[in-house]
């Protein structure tokens, strides 16, 4: 039986996650590890696997809520070369799953292809972005995607073609441990067509959205033909604080936080922002963004 001693070069006990989100809070992890290559993953994630240690896998931390409790088990982050790479054949593109959505966006856009436009703004990697089906008012990436390479939680690689997977609002029928790579169809268009339209999905987001603060992506999923953060606008809470947290007074659906904040702050707010919804207009709000 494999144990984690083998792999004490790229593990980190005891590791903050605060220094790893974009929210800037919660505890640590009691093992954070960067595996190098693809190789190497596999075998640690058999090693957990024949050893019952659980895993997380951590994108870029974006949409991520950790308790200040921390976690348990090993966290994953896969930001080596090998798992940061896109390809390109014509109207096909390949990406691993450690890319960052922007970087893809640049790629597919400087090849003349388009689709991806419509993501601009949206941070995170290939890999989240795909099993959390990322996207905003013009689409999402799901309708792109031809097939996923994933990785099971017993170290097994299985590639999904189409017609195996599904993708609802903020949601797909990934399910095993990680995904490895995705594939996608894309369309040609023109160059400065298809920048013109990025520029003005980027645009808007900026004007509307806090970026120059530390906060995560959206907090709550949008009700069905209804905008959550409109709800929580309509409720009163636009500035709402909760020590270093607070509800950003530019874009109700995206918590704010500053030094001192903690992960139990954030959680308050979720909960009034829910409570305060139901109460006045009877719509629970669900989560999108992680709780750990």
């Known amino acids: 039986m494999n144990s984690l001693a083998e792999f004490n070069d790229i593990i980190r006990n005891d590791e903050p996650l605060a220094d790893h989100t974009w929210l800037k809070v919660g505890g640590p992890a009691q093992f954070f590890a960067r595996p190098n290559t693809q190789e190497e993953l596999v075998r640690l994630v058999s090693a957990c696997h024949e050893n019952e240690i659980p895993i997380r896998i951590f994108g870029r931390g974006s949409n991520l809520l950790v308790r200040d409790e921390g976690v348990s088990g090993v966290v994953l982050q896969l930001t080596g070369e090998e798992f940061s790479d896109v390809q390109i054949d014509g109207t096909s593109v390949c990406a691993r799953s450690g890319t960052k959505l922007s970087e893809l966006i640049s790629h597919t856009v400087r090849a003349g292809l388009a689709g991806f436009e419509i993501l601009a703004g949206i941070p995170g990697t290939i890999g989240s972005a795909v099993r959390g089906n990322a996207g905003g008012r013009s689409g999402d990436i799901g309708q792109y995607v031809k097939s996923v390479t994933v990785?099971?939680?017993?170290?097994?690689?299985?590639?999904?073609?189409?017609?195996?997977?599904?993708?609802?609002?903020?949601?797909?029928?990934?399910?095993?441990?990680?995904?490895?790579?995705?594939?996608?169809?894309?369309?040609?268009?023109?160059?400065?067509?298809?920048?013109?339209?990025?520029?003005?999905?980027?645009?808007?987001?900026?004007?509307?959205?806090?970026?120059?603060?530390?906060?995560?992506?959206?907090?709550?999923?949008?009700?069905?033909?209804?905008?959550?953060?409109?709800?929580?606008?309509?409720?009163?809470?636009?500035?709402?604080?909760?020590?270093?947290?607070?509800?950003?007074?530019?874009?109700?659906?995206?918590?704010?936080?500053?030094?001192?904040?903690?992960?139990?702050?954030?959680?308050?707010?979720?909960?009034?922002?829910?409570?305060?919804?139901?109460?006045?207009?009877?719509?629970?709000?669900?989560?999108?963004?992680?709780?750990?």
């Not at 709402?240 to 659906?253: F, L, P, T, V, W």
Request: charged share 30%; hydrophobic share 40%.
């Open 151 to 292: 990785l099971t939680a017993k170290g097994e690689i299985v590639t999904r073609e189409e017609d195996e997977l599904e993708f609802g609002y903020r949601t797909s029928s990934i399910n095993e441990l990680l995904i490895l790579e995705a594939s996608f169809k894309l369309h040609e268009d023109d160059v400065e067509e298809i920048t013109r339209r990025m520029r003005k999905v980027w645009i808007m987001k900026k004007a509307t959205q806090p970026f120059s603060f530390q906060s995560a992506g959206c907090i709550f999923k949008n009700p069905r033909g209804i905008s959550a953060g409109s709800l929580i606008d309509q409720a009163g809470l636009k500035g709402a604080k909760i020590g270093g947290a607070e509800i950003s007074d530019r874009h109700a659906n995206f918590i704010v936080t500053e030094e001192g904040a903690t992960a139990g702050d954030v959680q308050r707010l979720i909960q009034m922002a829910q409570a305060k919804v139901s109460e006045q207009f009877g719509v629970d709000l669900e989560l999108e963004i992680q709780v750990w």
